[in-house]
């Protein structure tokens, strides 16, 4: 099955500085890959979508210039929290797209990686 | 506005069939309904996918009508380990937005 990692699976970063996350798909091409957040006892909800070689794309109210996507190849994609705050304290969840489906329906499944936690302090 | 709403918890006894219903109201007519289920601190793990009527698979069956506006994960016979949070998962109509359902969390009783 396909298979997509994260990494680090746990940071602790101090208030003001940066922190890359990385997600890879490790035995397919992913040509989009998604970026999620989830707080505690809440849903994941959808950050960003990010396509191989494009600018991603944001959610309204999660702003570009704080979460940097990066997804340079069709296994790698990366987000940078920038600045991070408390607030930004969140487990952050990479999910990747196998383009593969049947005629005439969409079927493109979301592979999702174990999650990055994120603890600002 | 799409929302995709589920119970926000179930108890079920073990050996009992448990069913979890999602509403999806306003989702994509050309894409699968997808469930998902996450223990603490992991990532979603995949379940069962359908597109309509019924669906099944080793672990569970999906049951998606033909409005497709809602769809029921049924788990046969759940154990202690199927403790943990359901979602279904859908894309949104015309934005084609991936939107989670808000989760269930079942707990499976001795």
């Known amino acids: 099955g396909a298979v997509v990692s994260q990494h680090p699976s746990r940071v602790i970063c101090k208030s003001g500085t940066s922190v890359k996350i990385e997600c890879r798909s490790l035995d397919f091409q992913a040509t989009t890959m998604f970026w999620y957040r989830q707080f505690p006892k809440q849903s994941l909800m959808l950050m960003a979508t990010?396509?191989?070689?494009?600018?991603?794309?944001?959610e309204q109210g999660v702003e570009k210039d704080k979460f940097l996507i990066n997804h340079a190849s069709l296994t790698l994609s990366t987000l940078t929290v920038t600045s991070a705050h408390p607030e930004d304290s969140s487990f952050y969840i990479c999910?990747?797209?196998?383009?593969?489906?049947?005629?005439?329906?969409?079927?493109?499944?979301?592979?999702f990686g174990p999650g990055t936690r994120l603890t600002v302090t | 506005l799409a929302k995709t709403t589920q119970p926000i918890s179930m108890d079920s006894y073990e050996g009992q069939e448990v069913n979890i219903t999602c509403s999806h109201n306003n989702i994509a007519t050309n894409d699968y309904i997808t469930w998902y289920q996450q223990f603490p601190s992991q990532g979603p793990r995949f379940i069962i996918q359908?597109?309509?009527t019924k669906v099944t698979n080793e672990v569970a069956s999906l049951f998606i009508p033909a409005d497709r506006k809602s769809s029921t994960l049924s788990l046969p016979r759940v154990s202690l380990s199927d403790t943990a949070v359901y979602y279904c998962l859908a894309r949104t109509s015309g934005t084609y937005k991936y939107i989670f359902g808000t989760g269930t969390r079942l707990k499976v009783l001795a």
């Open positions: 990010s396509n191989e070689g494009s600018k991603a794309t944001y």
């Open positions: 359908g597109y309509k």
């Open positions: 999910s990747a797209r196998d383009p593969s489906g049947a005629s005439g329906v969409t079927s493109y499944e979301q592979y």
